[in-house]
C-alpha cells in the first residue's frame, strides 16, 4: 500500500478531518478514519513522538479497539498482560489484589504496556492509507469555523499555511489550544501534591508483580512493564522542592527503600508530575471537538487516562466516519459528548477517590484504612469484586446514539461481549467474523427473513454485515442468504442469550448495542435505529417491510 506521508507541510488543502496533536488518542483517531478511507492530516507541535514512557495500563477495551483497526497484534508485543495489581500498606502487608481472570471483551482487563513502543504501532499503521498524512513541527495557531467547514491556520517549519476541514479534533493534551479556542470550561481541581515518578531499564526487581504501597510514610508505586521496565511513583513532601529532587542523589534515595542498589540502577527517565481531576464543560462546539486530555485529565491510579482517550477515539471516529462518507446526518456527532461526558466524570471521581484513599498521611486514619479494606478482602463477595474489577464504572449509554428500552438488564448501550467463536475457516474473535462496521446479530435466525426487505436493503447498504449465530455443529450445515455471515458458538454467546429476552442485536462500529429485540420486533428496531442515526434516508420506500408494526 501506498505509504501515509509524514513531512513538515502536507499537500492536501482540504481533508475530512484535522487532528490535532499525534498523541495516542489523535492517532488512534487517525487510524479510525484512514480506514474508511477519509482524507486526513494530523498536525503535531512536535518534531517526533514522545520516547519515555507515560501511560502504564492498558486495558481490555482499548485492546479491542486497537483489534478493530488491524493493529492489536502489533501492540500486542508491548505487553505484559494479565497484570496483577497489589495494594499493600507501610508493613508490605497486602491489603487488596486486582487480579481479573475474565476476557469477556476478547483481551485481559489488565496489561502493563510501553506507551512509546504502542504510540509508535499507531503511527506505523496510518502509513497503510494513502489518504491520511501526518506533518511534524506543525502547530496549530487559529481556527475559523464557516459553514461548510474550519479554516485552520498552520505554522510547518516556520511558514504560515492554511487547511480548509470539514471538522476538527483537538487531541492536544491538557493545555489544548482547541479547547481554549472553542472557548468551554475546564472544571476540576489540581492537586496541590507533587509526585516523582522514575522509570529503570533492565528492573531491578524482574518479577511480573506490581504493588501501590498506601505507606503514609510516603506513598509509592512499583509497576512492571512491558520490555524490563519498572516503574517507580513517589509522593513529594511539602519541604521537598522541584531542585532537591531534581537531582540523582535524591532520586536514588527514594529507589533505596525498595531496590537493593539504587547506584546499580539504570534511570530511563525521572520527572516531576501532579494529578488533576478535570473535564471540559463541552467536548464540542460545531464542528469542533475534543478528546483525550485535551477533554478531561485524571489521576493514575486506575491507569484509566490513556485508556478514556481511546474510548474517546473510538466513539468519535465512527461517527465521523459516517457523517463525512454521507451516510449519516451531521446531528449523529452531537451524541459524542452526550455519551461521553457521564462515563469520562464516573473514572475521574474513582480515580480520585482511589487516590485519596492511597496517600493518607495520618498514620491513625492509615491504621483504620488498612483495616476496613483487609476486613472487605475477607469476605468473598467483596473480594471477587476488587478483585475481578468490578467497581470499574462501565460506559453504559441511555441516550444517544442508541434506541434505549428501560430496566437494567437490557443491553442496549452496553459493549457486546467478545467470545471466541468457530468459522468455516477456523476459530476466531468474534469481531473478526462481525468485520469493522455495523452488524446485526440473530441467535438461531437468518437476519435476511426476520428483518424484512425493506430494512436488510438498507443495512445492506450502509455496509453492515448481517451475522446469524448458530451451535457451533452446525456449521457448514445452514442455508442462509448468501451475504448472511454465519458464525458457530461454542457455548459463550448462548449462555448470553440465554440471560436476555433479546434474540436480534443492532452493533455499532464501537461494538456497543444500539437496539435489541426479539425476532419479530426486528424490523420495527431496525426502522428506528436508522432514524436515530440520521441513516433513515436509506430506507427504501417502495420495497415492503413484512416486519415492520
Known amino acids: 500500500m501506498t505509504d501515509a506521508r509524514e513531512r513538515s507541510a502536507a499537500a492536501s488543502a482540504t481533508v475530512d478531518v484535522l487532528v490535532v496533536g499525534a498523541g495516542p488518542v489523535g492517532l488512534t483517531l487517525a487510524n479510525i478514519l484512514g480506514a474508511r478511507g477519509l482524507r486526513v492530516l494530523v498536525a503535531e507541535e512536535r518534531d517526533v513522538l514522545i520516547d519515555y514512557p507515560r501511560g502504564v495500563g492498558l486495558d481490555d477495551e482499548s485492546m479491542r479497539a486497537f483489534q478493530s483497526i488491524g493493529l492489536a497484534k502489533h501492540v500486542e508485543r508491548h505487553l505484559i498482560p494479565n497484570q496483577i495489581l497489589r495494594f499493600v500498606n507501610g508493613r508490605g502487608e497486602l491489603l487488596a489484589e486486582m487480579a481479573p481472570s475474565e476476557a469477556q471483551f476478547g483481551w485481559p482487563r489488565r496489561n502493563g504496556f510501553v506507551q512509546p513502543l504502542v504510540d509508535a504501532e499507531l503511527l506505523e499503521g496510518l502509513r497503510r492509507f494513502a489518504t491520511v498524512e501526518v506533518c511534524w513541527s506543525t502547530p496549530m495557531q487559529t481556527m475559523r469555523e464557516g459553514e461548510d467547514g474550519v479554516v485552520v491556520e498552520l505554522l510547518g517549519n516556520g511558514l504560515p499555511r492554511q487547511v480548509r476541514a470539514r471538522y476538527v479534533v483537538g487531541c492536544d493534551g491538557g493545555r489544548s489550544r482547541t479547547r481554549r479556542i472553542i472557548g468551554t470550561s475546564f472544571d476540576g481541581v489540581t492537586s496541590a501534591t507533587r509526585w516523582l515518578v522514575v522509570d529503570l531499564a533492565h528492573d531491578p526487581l524482574g518479577t511480573p508483580n506490581s504493588y501501590v504501597g498506601a505507606d503514609p510514610e510516603r506513598p509509592y508505586a512499583s509497576i512492571s512493564i512491558a520490555h524490563g521496565i519498572r516503574r517507580f511513583e513517589f509522593m513529594l ?310 416486519t415492520a408494526v
Open 237 to 546: 513532601m511539602d519541604g521537598e522542592t522541584d531542585t532537591e529532587v531534581d537531582d540523582l542523589g535524591f532520586v536514588r534515595k527514594l529507589l533505596g527503600r525498595h531496590v537493593p542498589r539504587p547506584e546499580d540502577s539504570e534511570i530511563i527517565a525521572y520527572r516531576i508530575y501532579t494529578h488533576h481531576s478535570r473535564i471540559a464543560g463541552e467536548f464540542g462546539r460545531g464542528r469542533i471537538f475534543i478528546a483525550g486530555d485535551a477533554a478531561h485529565l485524571m489521576p493514575v491510579w486506575q491507569g484509566q487516562g490513556y485508556n478514556s482517550g481511546v474510548r474517546d477515539a473510538v466513539n468519535l471516529g465512527w461517527k465521523l466516519a459516517a457523517v463525512c462518507s454521507g451516510q449519516a446526518e451531521p446531528a449523529l456527532l452531537t451524541t459524542y459528548d452526550e455519551e461521553r461526558r457521564g462515563h469520562a466524570r464516573a473514572m475521574i471521581d474513582l480515580s480520585t477517590t482511589v487516590g485519596r484513599v492511597i496517600s493518607v498521611r495520618n498514620k491513625r486514619l492509615a491504621w483504620l484504612r488498612d483495616r476496613v479494606l483487609r476486613s472487605a478482602s475477607a469476605l468473598p463477595v467483596l473480594k471477587r469484586y476488587i478483585l475481578e474489577m468490578r467497581f470499574k464504572p462501565m460506559p453504559r449509554y441511555e441516550t444517544g446514539a442508541v434506541v434505549a428500552r428501560p430496566g437494567k438488564t437490557s443491553p442496549v448501550g452496553r459493549m457486546f461481549i467478545q467470545p471466541e467463536v468457530v468459522t468455516e475457516n477456523g476459530r476466531c474473535l468474534l469481531d473478526e467474523a462481525l468485520g469493522s462496521w455495523f452488524a446485526v446479530l440473530c441467535w438461531n435466525n437468518d437476519p435476511t427473513a426476520v428483518l424484512g426487505k425493506r430494512s436488510v436493503e438498507a443495512w445492506r447498504t450502509i455496509g453492515a454485515r448481517l451475522v446469524a449465530v448458530v451451535p457451533a455443529a452446525q456449521i457448514g450445515q445452514t442455508s442462509y442468504g448468501d451475504d448472511v455471515t454465519v458464525v458457530g458458538d461454542p457455548g459463550q454467546l448462548k449462555a448470553w442469550f440465554d440471560a436476555h429476552n433479546e434474540s436480534v442485536l443492532f452493533l455499532r462500529p464501537d461494538r456497543f448495542v444500539a437496539a435489541a429485540g426479539i425476532a419479530q420486533d426486528a424490523g420495527l428496531l431496525s426502522t428506528q435505529l436508522l432514524s436515530v442515526l440520521g441513516m433513515e434516508k436509506h430506507l427504501v420506500d417502495n420495497v415492503s417491510d413484512a
